[in-house]
């Protein structure tokens, strides 16, 4: 099936650094990709959508100077949380939609577990 | 604002019960759902899709009721596998995003 990667799995910085993250689409291209983020005990929210091409589109209440969003290819969407800050500590999950026989499936990454010291 | 609402749980219960765990939401509008599956510090893994006539995959069956905007996941003969977050989720967000409940934790104990 589908599969998509993220990297890193783990990271744990300091206060004020800045954390690249990267989402891959392995066996199919993707013009879109989503990223969410899920605090402990909380649902999957999103973020943003990031777009091959053009600007993310980001949802109500998400920075989008803070949450830099880079989708410069068809397999490849970058997020880059910078300053990071104790409060930005969370799960970061990416997906990116497939669609066959006329149906859409969304496929995550196994996400990116942020600790900011 | 488009929700999905859950009961979080903890459902506990022995192994071969019977559990079943609903939702209910907000958007109208919302064509098609589905039940996820999430595991510990995992991503969360599509599970089955839900419609109004009903959707069965060997012991869980999904079930939509439009009129009244509540979806529910059966799971029979449950096993210790079954151990997890099961998100009630919409596929209606206005990127083409999915809106997750905030899950409902499984626990089946021998």
């Known amino acids: 099936g589908a599969v998509v990667s993220q990297h890193p799995s783990r990271v744990i910085c300091k206060s004020g650094t800045s954390v690249k993250i990267e989402c891959r689409s392995l066996d199919f291209q993707a013009t879109t990709m989503f990223w969410y983020r899920q605090f402990p005990k909380q649902s999957l929210m999103l973020m943003a959508t990031?777009?091959?091409?053009?600007?993310?589109?980001?949802e109500q209440g998400v920075e989008k100077d803070k949450f830099l969003i880079n989708h410069a290819s068809l397999t490849l969407s970058t997020l880059t949380v910078t300053s990071a800050h104790p409060e930005d500590s969370s799960f970061y999950i990416c997906?990116?939609?497939?669609?066959?026989?006329?149906?859409?499936?969304?496929?995550f990454g196994p996400g990116t577990r942020l600790l900011v010291l | 604002r488009k929700e999905v609402e859950q009961d979080p749980g903890p459902f506990n219960v022995p192994e071969g019960a019977t559990v079943a765990f609903n939702c209910t939401y907000s958007n109208s509008a919302s064509q098609s759902f589905f039940w996820y599956r999430q595991d510990c510090r995992k991503e969360p893994k599509l599970l089955m899709s839900?419609?109004?006539s009903g959707n069965e995959d060997g012991r869980f069956t999904a079930q939509l009721n439009r009129a009244s905007q509540y979806i529910s996941l059966l799971i029979r003969d449950s096993k210790l596998s079954d151990s997890a977050t099961y998100l009630c989720v919409d596929n209606g967000g206005s990127q083409g995003n999915l809106i997750f409940g905030k899950g409902t934790k499984l626990s089946v104990k021998p």
């Open positions: 839900v419609y109004s």
């Open positions: 997906s990116a939609t497939i669609r066959t026989s006329g149906q859409e499936t969304q496929y």
């Open positions: 990031s777009n091959e091409g053009s600007k993310a589109t980001y």
